[in-house]
């Protein structure tokens, strides 16, 4: 539906985000007229962050002739072991084979769905006002590949580890 490409021109021009990302860049080699070479790649947060987002015009750069986008979330930190602690979970307590693999597609999903949340946000003014997201709707194509209705996980903000440091210190 809406390409790696499409998802660039849509930033650039104001009309897309993701919702919780500071910054964004677009990757990819290009030529020396500025064309991308291989598709190009719409790259959310910084690369050291504990969170960053990645569309990538994957058809493009595998050499297919059928349109295909790949959506990545990198995680790290306090998200990584809190998604990896809700797969496990799924993956433990399936029936099958089956069931298994259904429970790990539905929590990468989840994931994607949590931390990539696309919204549409022509007419927000700039600078956008603190609140922006409020009232911003995902566009029809990122609901369409999402297919699923998720419970979003919570960090835990007071981590058990910090009470044995406290202990620790005194």
């Not at 349109?67 to 099958?96: C, F, K, Y």
């Not at 603190?130 to 999402?146: F, I, Q, S, V, Y």
Request: glycine content about 6%; hydrophobic content about 35%.
């Amino acid at each position: 539906s809406q390409t790696a490409e499409q998802i660039c021109e849509d930033v650039q021009n104001r009309r897309l985000w993701i919702r919780g990302y500071q910054g964004w860049e677009q990757k990819g080699v290009k030529d020396l007229d500025g064309n991308v070479l291989h598709g190009a790649s719409a790259c959310f947060g910084a690369a050291a962050s504990d969170r960053r987002a990645t569309s990538y015009n994957k058809s493009a750069e595998q050499g297919w002739d059928i349109p295909a986008r790949r959506d990545e979330v990198r995680l790290r930190g306090e998200w990584a072991e809190q998604h990896t602690n809700a797969m496990a979970t799924a993956i433990a307590g399936a029936a099958s084979e089956d069931a298994a693999i259904s429970a790990y597609q539905e929590t990468t999903s989840a994931a994607i769905a949590q931390h990539m949340q696309y919204l549409d946000i022509t007419g927000t003014p700039s600078p956008r006002p603190k609140n922006w997201t409020r009232g911003r709707k995902a566009p029809d194509w990122w609901t369409e590949t999402l297919e699923q209705e998720h419970e979003p996980l919570q960090l835990n903000r007071r981590p058990e580890r910090d009470v044995f440091e406290r202990l620790a210190h005194m």
